[in-house]
């Protein structure tokens, strides 16, 4: 067990390297001045060149890329062009609340998708199952983006119950927890359960019927064991992929909530990363980028420590 996981934490550290690396040279392939948002129209060579040189563009780009990487492990990942405040600061603050977001929207997808893949795994090829299957193309098909304007039409505009945006009242982006900051909670983390809840719904279905079919629960059956207890086992030999699935949909989630986020007024990651693209703020769009691939990656590390806790036959295989 102990050989498995050092073997997993060997093969981490190359892979941060390589989205290091990735991270670096897609932002920098993009086209474009990150100095246009900060520099006056009739801006002199001179102070061009000393702007550059200030935050290190007239470098070569391996050897801005090496700047990079070394301040990055010391954890400073520089100052945003566009606003001037430190990169760390503002992708941490924006990441707390990307967090937030979600894993409640995880939770909410991983409980009605298990919930709906289970159902439908027991009742294959009934009205039930249908029913689960419909529900769950329905959430991986629907645009995000559109489930979240028609859900701020309804319950915001229409019956006034929740509030169409922002992370508090008054726009604040100060979380605290309590009953009127989590009413802003509700509709964009629902709107971004809907994928995870369709994929889960699915790989659940598949797994219930696989393992259902499983010689080892027939020899349960014929020696008499409950529905209970068969139930229970296969809760326990679908639980390590619904669990990957799950922290991949996380892991998506973390990265992928552009657009949510930009509907709701939510100041997370995805709100930031819309800002510094449309500036070009490449300091900041490193760092949250960088940010996010580190989550990413170490959620994958986390979830096949658990994976292997919850089925030693991972690590010995």
Known sequence: MLNYLLQRLIYTLPIMLGVSIVCFALVHLAPGDPLVSILPPDASAELQAKLRELYGFDRSYPEQFLAWVGRALQGDLGSSIASGRPVAQEVFKAVGNTLRLAVFA??????????????????????????ASMLSVLGVSVPHYWLGMVLVIIFSSQLMWLPPGGAGPGG?????WNLEYMRHLVLPALTMSVIPMGIIARTVRALVGDILHQEFIIGLRAKGMTNLGIFLHVVKNAAPTALAVMGLQLGYLLGGSILIETVFSWPGTGFLLNSAIFQRD??????????????????????????TLLDPRIARS
């Open 106 to 131: 995880t939770a909410i997808g991983f409980f009605l998708g298990s919930l709906f893949g289970f159902v439908a795994g027991y009742f294959q090829h009934s009205w039930i199952d249908r029913f």
């Open 172 to 176: 604040s982006g100060d979380w605290q």
């Open 282 to 307: 490449l300091p900041l769009l490193q760092g949250t980028i960088l940010i996010l691939a580190m989550f990413f990656v170490l959620l994958n590390l986390i979830v096949d420590i658990i994976q």
